[in-house]
């Protein structure tokens, strides 16, 4: 079920969450390891639970799953067993479930917002290689490849029900026909695609947006389609350009603006004013907002309430 659409038929944005590394390290745990956050879900899952709540507390529609880092391969780098690794994979959709589930029961369908939904985060190929190239867009990898890498993560993950898979962070629209050959095996699933980008017309791998959006315009089961870990000053150029090959949803979760080294896993400059852009993007065409990497709860807040001015402005 697009659960999107549906949504988005009765409330004028919907607001997703902000970054969940970035919080989780603001709140004491170690990130820096090849599984970033995906460490927390064997480490500190109550803290995973506490991050999705506090999001959904902040005003978010959606909260996405820790999985972006989430790999097989990668949890039995750090012993596991492929049965446990599975099972960690599963846990990340069931955290966000929970979290979801008790919020919504004390909020008493809180008047102004839908039920809010749960996004289980499909991570590129480069966050698995823990180099950055996420950021880049050189991988060696064929698109039959990048197909097998990610088909388990996302059987498994479409086998937990999320409401949706959030398929993000792309840099080459080669990585999202590959998802989107995995995705046909379930036909039950819907998702957003959404790519990092490196100006205001053109993914991080160099693949103009446009085209991304006129392929993807074509898929049923592309629910929105969009941008995150982008600098927030090319996010409204790069809206125009989607808005100009299709009808679907966009979705956009900027960074903060500052640079990512993938040696030192450190971020470096200075933050952009996140609120400063959120009407832009709207008014560019922007139906979903949230945060990337760096934004934090306050952020998603002010993307609330800018949705609960537009519903009684």
């Avoid at 998802?179 to 957003?192: G, V």
């Amino acid at each position: 079920m697009n659960t999107i659409a549906r949504d988005l038929a009765d409330y004028p944005l919907l607001v997703l969450d902000g970054a969940f590394g970035t919080e989780l390290a603001r709140r004491g745990f170690d990130t820096n390891d090849a599984l970033w956050s995906a460490k927390a879900l064997f480490e500190k899952p109550e803290l995973v639970e506490a991050v999705h709540r506090d999001y959904y507390e902040a005003g978010a529609d959606v909260s996405t799953s820790a999985s972006y880092q989430a790999t097989i391969e990668g949890f039995e780098k750090k012993g596991f067993s492929r049965d446990q690794a599975k099972e960690l994979i599963t846990r990340s959709v069931r955290l966000v479930q929970r979290a979801r589930d008790a919020f919504w029961q004390q909020a008493a369908k809180r008047p102004g917002r839908p039920q809010p939904l749960v996004a289980a985060s499909v991570g590129p190929y480069g966050a698995y290689l823990a180099d950055g190239s996420e950021y880049r867009g050189d991988y060696k990898a064929s698109r039959a490849e990048l197909a097998d890498f990610h088909a388990e993560r996302l059987a498994l993950l479409c086998g937990a029900q999320p409401d949706l898979l959030a398929c993000e962070t792309l840099p080459l629209l080669d990585e999202a026909r590959a998802i989107l050959t995995d995705l046909r095996r379930h036909p039950e699933a819907a998702a957003w695609i959404s790519f990092s980008c490196r100006d205001d017309a053109h993914t991080c791998g160099g693949d103009a947006i446009a085209d991304c959006a006129r392929l993807l315009d074509k898929e049923p089961q592309v629910a929105a389609i969009g941008v995150n870990c982008t600098a927030p000053r090319h996010v409204a150029g790069l809206i125009r350009q989607i808005r100009q090959h299709t009808a679907k949803p966009i979705v956009v979760y900027p960074n903060t603006g500052e640079t990512y080294d993938a040696v030192t896993k450190t971020w470096h400059g200075s933050p952009t004013p996140y609120g400063d852009f959120v009407r832009a993007w709207y008014a560019a065409g922007a139906r979903l907002i949230g945060g990337c990497c760096r934004t934090t709860p306050d952020d998603i807040r002010g993307i609330a309430a800018f949705r609960a001015e537009l519903q009684h402005g």
